[in-house]
């Protein structure tokens, strides 16, 4: 199945540092907070648990001072596709954007959508943003 690139973005509010938030984004322990129930790591590969549910990604890149974070799912090694995690500040407003950057096929890409949405929700509610 075709699966097409999309990119959401998420207006944080600006009394939280890139820093702080960046923790969320690119530890276990951060990811452990909002985007999954547990998440684990051994070398690149990273161990994302949902209930009775796991997936494993690759870590493809990760740039602490641009703070962006590329994974891919193992199962879809296959095909050029992953997630990103991307953090921009705007020099006026000092609001952060949270830019994700995913792919999907046209029949499940707004489920996607609307997945990201709720956990970012709860990134919202532990971080204060």
């Not at 923790?23 to 684990?40: H, I, M, Q």
């Not at 006026?92 to 707004?110: G, M, P, V, Y």
Request: some cysteine.
């Amino acid at each position: 199945m075709r699966k097409e690139k999309f990119t959401v973005e998420y207006i944080l509010r600006s009394n939280t540092s890139q820093v702080q938030i960046w923790k969320y984004l690119s530890s276990p322990e951060g990811l452990s907070s909002w985007f999954a129930d547990d998440v684990t790591v051994d070398k690149n590969t990273y161990r994302f648990c949902w209930k009775e549910h796991v997936q494993e990604a690759k870590l493809i890149s990760i740039d602490d001072y641009k703070f962006c974070i590329r994974f891919q799912w193992l199962e879809e090694e296959e095909y050029v596709t992953y997630f990103q995690f991307d953090l921009k500040k705007d020099d006026i407003t000092q609001d952060i954007s949270l830019i994700i950057t995913d792919f999907a096929s046209e029949t499940e890409k707004e489920d996607l959508i609307d997945l990201w949405n709720n956990q970012i929700e709860v990134l919202r509610r532990i971080t204060g943003t």
